[in-house]
């Protein structure tokens, strides 16, 4: 089984040195700049449980030298992975699963759900179609990851909490595919469940990362203290509440309830969310995929009391994007120079407006995107996307 780890990060790392232990798969990794040098030279380092493990991978910057995969993971940011789409291709065939462990709404959503939606696509998260045409949505594989990791230098990572990683099909089938490589990740010690209804457990993770990721990124607050101070407690419900409404509008259930979710975070302890950590990282924030995204499809769905000046998701939006670019103009000043990348910015994608957070980042070529959030700014909501130009 030959297995290529696209992102070899903290979550990444911490899937391929399990992996590595496993009988009869091939494992591979793509990764870049000082975490590629350091996997090349010292392999990566899982640091769990009091414990070290290591591994060896084969690691390259070029998924061109790879070769063509059974399975390949996909541990990038939501924009990072818009971003290298094309580049997959020639790890890919027919017969390759493609499996998506990216948090938010995946690019492929609506591919098996219900004919209502089927013609629907998510310009938020995967503008121009570029993720869809360059996969394509039947090697789409969805994994919902639920442990807390990261990575604490170049080549070693931190794990937290947890070791499940939920699998399913889009069209909710237990294919042989899904079984076979959760048979592998079990192998590996990791907890594999492969579900039905995968939409479910997307929303499930999903309804903490939209709440728990921007107020810990505005307040710098580990998740423990996000979960439990009363004003960002009731911040987080306030969000949850929202979005559970445009999860329900496409058929989505809630297995538990959200005092128990916010009561589960907490229980992490004073972990930085990976938001929190991108942040100050200096990297760019995964806003498109746990906020625009939510707000696009509650458009689509007529939820419009989303989009109320003030509300939770719009106003954790909105904050978090005036407070990245006051923070962006004071480095640079302090700098002496304007720099045309910003040193915090919102995803990155070069030929697409940035509408996630009203925060525009270099705008080039042909525009694209989904424009329900600058129409808030403007007081003329539509709630319909904006046609490409």
């Known amino acids: ?19 590595a232990s496993v009988e009869g798969v091939e494992l591979s990794v793509v990764a870049r700049g000082a975490q590629l040098a350091a996997i090349r030279a010292n392999g990566l380092k899982l640091l769990i449980g009091g414990e070290e493990r290591r591994c060896r991978p084969r690691a390259t910057d070029d998924p061109a030298e790879l070769g063509v995969q059974d399975y390949v993971i996909v541990c990038l940011k939501a924009h990072q992975a818009w971003e290298v789409a094309e580049r997959m291709r020639p790890m890919l065939d027919d017969d ?16 098996g759900l219900d004919k209502r939606f089927e013609s629907l696509r998510l310009e938020s998260v995967d503008c121009g179609q570029r993720q869809w045409k360059a996969i394509g949505p039947q090697r789409a594989i969805s994994c919902v990851v639920f442990p807390a990791t990261e990575l604490v230098a170049p080549g070693v990572i931190k794990h937290s909490y947890g070791n499940r990683f939920v699998l399913g099909e889009p069209d909710g089938s237990l294919s042989e595919r899904c079984r076979r490589l959760a048979d592998a990740l079990k192998a590996a010690g990791f907890d594999a469940p492969v579900v039905p209804d995968i939409r479910n457990e997307l929303w499930l993770k999903l309804w903490g990362n939209l709440c728990f990721n921007p107020v810990s990124a505005l307040t710098r607050a580990t998740l423990d203290i996000v979960a439990t101070q009363p004003d960002l407690r009731a911040l987080c419900a306030q969000m949850m509440q929202e979005a559970s409404k445009v999860a329900t509008a496409y058929g989505v259930s809630f297995r538990v309830g959200m005092e128990k979710r916010i009561n589960g975070a907490a229980r992490v302890g004073a972990h930085r969310t990976s938001m929190l950590q991108d942040l100050e990282g200096g990297r760019p924030l995964e806003l ?71 925060l525009i980042v270099r705008p080039s070529g042909r525009a694209c995107g989904w424009r329900g959030r600058a129409s808030i700014m403007s007081g003329s909501n539509t709630g319909r996307p ?4």
């Open 1 to 19: 089984m030959r297995i290529c780890i696209y992102g070899a990060g903290a979550v990444g790392g911490y899937l391929a040195v399990g992996l």
């Open 96 to 111: 390759t699963a493609v499996v998506t462990g990216q948090n938010g709404i995946p690019w492929w959503y609506f591919y």
């Open 386 to 389: 904006r046609q490409s130009r």
């Open 288 to 358: 498109d995929a746990l906020l625009t995204s939510v707000q696009e499809m509650a458009a689509r769905a007529h939820r419009d009391a989303l989009y109320r000046r003030g509300a939770g998701l719009d106003a954790a939006a909105r904050t978090l994007a005036a407070h990245l670019s006051n923070l962006s103009r004071r480095r640079h000043r302090a700098a002496g120079s304007f720099a045309d990348r910003a040193s915090i910015r919102i995803g990155d994608r070069p030929s697409c407006d940035r509408a996630s957070s009203f």
